[in-house]
């Protein structure tokens, strides 16, 4: 069962994360075809920094610790080092995106986003140095809280811009002001945050709540459940940036109702 489990869950690694780079190299290249179109190009550093190599990286060096072949002590350091600064930087781009599209590239939000790029960043130096990068014993350990707390913030606060966001739209959908599609991507980037708030959340709390020898005997699943969050976050961005024409009709009937005007 557990390799049953284990060679599912390393088919659906490779597919998220191959989608995650697939969909940021597509997003990068239509940022660059508009001529440096911010949102767009923001959204694909995200991609493939955050979901994609992050996740790779961070993933390689989570299942050496628990597997029966550890990497060496530097190669090791450098997937956490590497893995947690393409993290960094994805998640850096997707506050300056929340920023711009929420916020309307207000200074005040903008400033917020990078503070909130600056308290990540302290949280992994300090992770760093306490010896967190070095071995798999503390690579989820006590070190990585202040981290994986200031990521933790900052995928909350996109998840409310993004439901404030679609509360004040519904209104507007509702005296037939706003299109439905419109009123949807927010409810989808909401799902991909909450997808990623997972994704820092999981290592962590695992590691709080068993020992090494439990994290072993749950490596599948838990290589499974990474690569559906990776996954759900994926299928989120990509029927918010390019959803195809059926979904389209299904969000405009489900909204139905709420878009008529009141004088309708």
């Not at 990068?28 to 992050?54: F, K, Y």
């Not at 760093?128 to 989820?140: C, E, R, V």
Request: net charge positive; aromatic share 8%; hydrophobic share 55%.
């Amino acid at each position: 069962m557990d390799a049953l489990v284990g060679a599912a869950a390393g088919i659906a690694q490779v597919a998220s994360i191959g989608s995650a780079f697939w969909l940021g190299a597509r997003l990068l290249r239509r940022s660059v075809r508009a001529g440096g179109g911010m949102p767009e190009g923001l959204l694909g550093v995200h991609l493939i920094g955050a979901i994609g190599l992050g996740s790779l990286l961070l993933g390689i060096a989570s299942m050496s610790a628990y597997g029966s072949s550890p990497l060496s002590p530097g190669a090791f350091e450098a997937f956490v080092v590497a893995g947690n600064v393409a993290t960094l930087v994805g998640l850096g781009a997707a506050l300056g995106f929340n920023a711009l599209v929420f916020h309307g590239g207000e200074r005040r939000a903008l400033a917020l986003a990078a503070a909130a790029t600056a308290l990540m960043c302290a949280g992994f130096v300090y992770y760093a140095l306490a010896g967190g990068t070095k071995t798999p014993s503390a690579l989820f350990g006590r070190s990585y809280w202040p981290l994986a707390g200031a990521l933790a913030l900052c995928d909350v606060w996109l998840v409310h811009d993004a439901l404030a966001g679609r509360r004040q739209a519904l209104r507007r959908l509702a005296l037939g002001l706003a299109d439905p599609m419109a009123v949807e991507r927010m409810l989808l980037w909401a799902a991909a945050s909450l997808s990623r708030l997972g994704l820092v959340l999981m290592a962590p709390v695992v590691n709080v709540l068993t020992d090494l020898t439990v994290r072993r005997d749950l490596a599948p699943w838990l290589l499974l459940l990474s690569a559906s969050l990776i996954l759900a976050s994926c299928v989120s961005l990509w029927l918010m940036l390019v959803p195809s024409a059926r979904y389209r009709r299904w969000v405009e009937a489900r909204h139905a109702p709420e878009s008529r005007s009141p004088a309708a």
